[in-house]
């Protein structure tokens, strides 16, 4: 069964911690993304990735941190330099550049203790 | 410089009725258009996609957009509105080539019964 699995579904931040969230894809896509999505708003790129050992910030890297050791990997990690960590995020993958098409996992909602 | 601007964020149908979602973009390059659909607290699921072929583009579940350059328009419609068709619909840009999407900020679509 392929697809894109983000975990936690929900999760929950302390004051001053840092937390990770899961991206998983089985698909044989090169690139992964990461947005982060608030209310009434559309969604911003925080991190991509267009291959293994390789990432770019998006329009608001701040406070983030990713990793991509391996290829169907791709977490996330909020910081606590992260100040309004609270929404919902949203990983994605492709199969790279040019018109590909995105692919979504259903996401995982942060909030803040 | 890419963007869409969607210019209706909450639309409101009774169910049977045609659906009309607005979409305006702006880019500088030849673009690729998208429109995404998303359920509550899920991630989004592909409707359709415009790659410079035909400029009435079929998707699923009955949508369908067309692409008119001269207005800078990608509206989705749909005949006859569902129960199930409820959801947040969000219109993509992407530049021929790049990797990033810009996303609109979404329209919540209701169905009155």
């Known amino acids: 069964d392929g697809g894109i699995t983000q975990s936690p579904k929900y999760l929950f931040r302390k004051e001053g911690q840092n937390v990770t969230l899961s991206c998983e894809q089985n698909l044989n896509h090169d690139a992964m993304y990461w947005y982060r999505q608030d209310p009434g708003q559309g969604l911003r790129l925080i991190y991509y990735s267009q291959i293994v050992n390789d990432f770019q910030k998006g329009d608001i890297a701040e406070g983030y941190s990713v990793s991509r050791e391996k290829k169907e990997s791709f977490p996330l990690t909020v910081t606590s330099a992260q100040k309004n960590p609270t929404a919902f995020y949203l990983c994605?993958?492709?199969?790279?550049?040019?018109?590909?098409?995105?692919?979504f996992g259903a996401g995982t909602r942060l909030s803040v203790l | 410089a890419q963007s869409v601007t969607q210019l209706d964020s909450h639309v409101s149908v009774s169910e049977g009725t045609p659906v009309l979602l607005r979409c305006n973009y702006s880019s500088s390059y030849s673009p690729s258009l998208f429109w995404y659909v998303q359920h509550p607290n899920k991630g989004l699921q592909l409707l359709l996609k415009?790659?410079?072929?035909?400029?009435l583009v079929k998707g699923i579940n009955g949508f369908e957009a067309e692409f008119k350059k001269s207005e800078t328009s990608f509206h989705l419609t749909k005949p006859s509105a569902h129960m199930s068709d409820a959801a947040e619909y969000f219109c993509v840009v992407r530049a021929t080539g790049a990797n990033n999407l810009f996303f609109g900020t979404g329209t919540r679509l209701t169905v009155i019964p």
């Open positions: 415009y790659t410079s072929a035909a400029t």
């Open positions: 994605a993958s492709s199969m790279g550049q040019g018109v590909n098409i995105q692919y």
